[in-house]
């Protein structure tokens, strides 16, 4: 497969050196429109300085490929995928905003390749991974998504550090959560719904965010009683959102906040990144549940340090990307819902970041 690759950030980079190992993958052209960007040494890699908005040259790169892949910030998105429907190039992205998906699935409805937005970690491998095991129960009353990515060491007030694209994290802030309530689809303020839990000794908050639930509302409407996704922070950080967000209305001025983030927020690549879905539901001998928890630590790969949200978010994009090369994917929008947890367990990267703690892979998924 010759794979374009738009978008050189800390997770494009992570995309690009996980297919370098990949069979399937012949080529990867990445591109970015920032020169001079540090690259790792990738035999099967080849770099351009690209401006996404030029539609001529966007066309240009996208021609000719087997798959493109958007790595880049969500608002990019549909000028990306537009070109891709015009030159019947398989499109993924990682996007987590539900605007971009909707258009994205619009470009969808007659394309002869697929189309797959959500392709990361929330959305994208929570939800596959959530689907599977309500489908192991016959009635299913409660579908609950729980994922965080966190530093494992803060000590200012927010008890955060950035780790991943800062405007995906205040967008997801902002806008209304999908979910199941009575077995219908309602919408849910961000930042509310919070509660507290604990896993492996330590406390935590979580609260509704958006996208993170992607379409499963849709999927499991009328079938599933309660559905819903909630991001994980140390508790305290959510009042400290809401007190940005609300009480000084930087929910209508985001981009100033942006900027307040990537200038005096630190960045980490010491994180962590927590996975927790808790199913309930009956068979014919009572009341069940299931549950699937991970954590994935960062690692090394071919001699590079990257984060645990690097590592996770593009194993999930890799893996689809395997099973669209073995033609396991079918042609127009493509749920993250339809993919087997079976066959992305089964792919390369898939296996080695997301293997269950509980099936004799190590508590920290090492690559």
């Not at 990949?22 to 690259?39: Q, S, Y």
């Not at 960045?267 to 001998?285: A, L, R, S």
């Not at 549950?291 to 194993?315: E, M, N, P, V």
């Amino acid at each position: 497969m010759k794979i374009g690759l738009l978008g050189a950030g800390k997770v494009g980079l992570t995309i690009a050196a996980m297919l370098e190992s990949c069979d399937f993958c012949r080529e990867i052209h990445l591109a970015d429109v920032r020169g001079g960007v540090a690259l790792p040494p990738l035999s099967k890699l080849q770099y351009e300085t690209l401006d996404f908005t030029d539609s001529r040259k966007l066309d240009g790169f996208i021609r000719g490929k087997t798959a493109v892949v958007s790595a880049a910030p969500f608002y990019l998105n549909r000028e990306i995928a537009t070109a891709c429907a015009r030159h019947r190039v398989a499109y993924f992205d990682l996007t987590e905003d539900v605007e971009t998906t909707t258009a994205v699935r619009r470009l969808a409805e007659k394309a002869s390749v697929p189309f797959m937005p959500q392709c990361g970690l929330a959305p994208g491998a929570i939800n596959i991974i959530g689907s599977n095991l309500a489908q192991e129960l016959p009635s299913v009353r409660s579908l609950e998504l729980r994922v965080g990515a966190l530093p494992l060491y803060a000590s200012n007030s927010m008890k955060y550090y950035l780790s991943w694209n800062t405007a995906g994290l205040i967008n997801e802030y902002c806008h209304l959560c999908d979910m199941l309530y009575s077995g219908r689809r309602m919408q849910a303020k961000a930042l509310e719904g919070i509660e507290r839990l604990t896993l492996d000794g330590t406390e935590y908050e979580a609260f509704y965010t958006s996208g993170g639930v992607g379409t499963l509302c849709e999927t499991y409407e009328g079938r599933v009683r309660e559905l819903n996704y909630k991001t994980i922070r140390y508790p305290g950080h959510r009042d400290l959102m809401e007190f940005l967000l609300y009480d000084l209305n930087l929910i209508d001025n985001r981009k100033l906040l942006t900027e307040i983030f990537d200038q005096e927020v630190p960045t980490t690549e010491t994180d962590v990144v927590i996975i927790y879905v808790n199913v309930v539901g009956q068979d014919e001998q009572g009341v069940k549940q299931r549950s699937f928890a991970k954590k994935i630590y960062g690692d090394h790969l071919d001699g590079r340090r990257y984060s645990a949200i690097q590592l996770s978010t593009a194993a999930g994009l890799v893996a689809v990307l395997e099973l669209f090369s073995g033609g396991r994917l079918g042609n127009g929008f493509v749920k993250q819902e339809s993919v087997s947890l079976a066959d992305f367990l089964a792919t390369r990267w898939g296996g080695r970041v997301y293997a269950p703690d509980d099936q004799g892979s190590p508590t920290d998924a090492r690559v």
